[in-house]
């Protein structure tokens, strides 16, 4: 039996084992869903490199843990004091939490929204009123299509459900930060947000590990924006050396609406991320960005894809890795022109610094276009920093640490600079300096 083979068996035993306790009997619409994507999860198994989308993506490492769903487990508790150091500085900002995928009353922070606006837990949402989780939870990301997705639909239990009501703006972002403090633990937390026509609304989504020990996230975020309605939509990923990070994200946006999604990733062994943004109604735009920093023997794999599936509609991509050590990166961004989808506007831009001579990058721009008037352009680039560049800030008295620190830094904060929420753009500001070493703090005195 290969190690994929033994680690989908374990996964159906654990659906098994829940299913007899009556762990996935509520709410009894999601039963029968439950049910239909552990037979695809079953049906499907783990990929292998043989997949086209997992080619440069090996999950044996993943499969050989045996990691045990958080549903079976009692949640851990936080160490005293860790909000404090985890709070981003000068911020209000209603904010729920969860505690190895559950969601924490004790620890939240809901705070006075204005009326109409549901911030909650999806557990709580689904036994009080299900109605709308009904007619949008995994009904958007492609369980049917994605392994990990059809795994989450299965063991879904907890996570965050965001509604904004037509015609309603949310003064201050909204935060959601996810907290895992046990090793061998499979968090499978679901995000919902349904943002109503015309209304607005930043979502600040971070994941942190306070274990180096290997742990199972797999996340994913579902984001349906009616017509006119404005979603801002920003992810940290800080998990533990250890950790395995698979997220899912998929973005629906009706006419004249608007999506930002800008997608940090410090930690983790391996973190894959599977973005789809679908365009449903003319006018709309998207902006995708993403930026990497690696080291040691790291791996990171961003899937991108934009459907522009009608007409007038703009999208953009920027994605950035910084690479040291060992580690590895891979991109794939997809551009899908449907037939009918004329006057399309987009872009995809996917660029590289390579800080030394052990790292990988494999990078794969597609641009599929069935209509004949668009504009659709591409580009990925990738090498060292310039010697003349260093030589030239070196003759103005800069150090070799703290000439290649500018030049590394400058060259991330292009993305680090579309953050729209000012707060978490300083506070990825200061984690991208300690992430980079002293050469950055250096610079960043100097400067």
Not at 144 to 166: M, Q, R
């Amino acid at each position: 039996m290969s190690t994929l083979t033994a680690a989908r068996d374990r996964y159906l035993s654990a659906f098994e084992a829940l299913e007899r306790q009556g762990a996935l009997q509520r709410p009894s619409w999601l039963a029968p869903l439950r049910r239909s994507a552990i037979a695809r999860f079953a049906e499907t198994g783990f990929p292998t490199t043989r997949d086209e989308s997992w080619r440069y993506t090996n999950l044996a490492p993943l499969a050989t843990m045996p990691f045990s769903p958080a549903a079976a487990r009692v949640p851990g508790e936080l160490p005293a004091g860790t909000l404090a150091r985890l709070a981003l500085d000068g911020v209000d900002w209603p904010r729920l939490v969860f505690v190895d995928g559950r969601y924490s009353s004790r620890h939240s922070a809901p705070q006075p929204l204005p009326e109409g606006v549901q911030l909650s837990s999806l557990a709580e949402a689904m036994m009080l009123d299900g109605t709308l989780i009904e007619r949008h939870l995994a009904r958007h990301a492609a369980w049917d299509a994605d392994v990990f997705a059809a795994l989450s639909t299965a063991f879904a239990e907890d996570g965050a459900l965001l509604h904004v009501p037509a015609d309603t703006s949310v003064p201050t972002p909204i935060e959601l930060l996810f907290v895992t403090t046990a090793p061998g633990v499979l968090t499978q937390p679901r995000i919902l947000v349904v943002a109503g026509p015309h209304s607005r609304v930043t979502v600040v989504e971070r994941h942190v590990g306070l274990t180096d020990e290997a742990y199972f996230a797999n996340v994913v975020t579902e984001i349906v924006a009616g017509s006119g309605a404005s979603v801002d939509h920003s992810v940290v990923q800080e998990q533990g050396a250890g950790a395995f990070h698979v997220a899912t994200v998929d973005a629906e946006l009706d006419r004249d609406g608007t999506f930002a999604t800008c997608g940090v990733t410090f930690g983790g062994r391996l973190a894959r991320t599977t973005l789809a943004l679908q365009f449903r109604g003319e006018g709309a735009r998207g902006a995708l960005r993403g930026l990497y920093v690696l080291d040691g023997r790291q791996h990171v794999d961003n899937h991108v894809t934009v459907d522009h599936a009608v007409p007038r509609c703009a999208s953009e991509q920027l994605y950035k890795g910084v690479l040291d050590g060992s580690a590895r990166a891979v991109f794939n961004g997809r551009i899908l022109v449907r037939p009918d989808a004329q006057k399309t506007d987009a872009n995809q831009t996917n660029k590289h610094l390579l800080l030394s001579d052990g790292v990988e990058v494999d990078t794969k721009p597609q641009l599929e276009i069935f209509a004949d008037d668009v504009k659709c352009t591409h580009g990925a680039a990738e090498g060292q920093l310039a010697p003349e560049a260093l030589f030239y800030l070196r003759s103005r008295g800069l150090g070799e640490a703290a000439a290649r620190g500018l030049l590394t830094y400058g060259f991330a904060r292009e993305v680090v600079d579309r953050i729209a929420a000012e707060p978490l753009r300083r506070y990825v500001d200061h984690a991208l300096v300690a992430r980079l070493g002293r050469g950055a703090i250096q610079t960043k005195e100097i400067g």
